[in-house]
């Protein structure tokens, strides 16, 4: 099986960001093999930023595992 690109490095909570109401605030790290780091904020609970961080990463290496399979084609 092929090993993860993205993963997430932390998520944590936070304070809302500027214009932003509401509590329950975190903000997430994303890397990729070191070389790319994303960060974001999300407002919810741990477990729904947790879940919706995990879509993201999944999102994100389906994305860079196509991307390698055309490179190979090519």
Known sequence: PMTPTYEIVSIKRAEPPPNADGTNWYQYVIASDNTNTIHGCRQGSLKAVTSA???????????HAK???????S
């Open 53 to 63: 961080v995990e879509a993201i990463v999944a999102q994100l290496n389906e994305r």
């Open 67 to 73: 991307k390698r399979k055309k490179e190979k084609k």
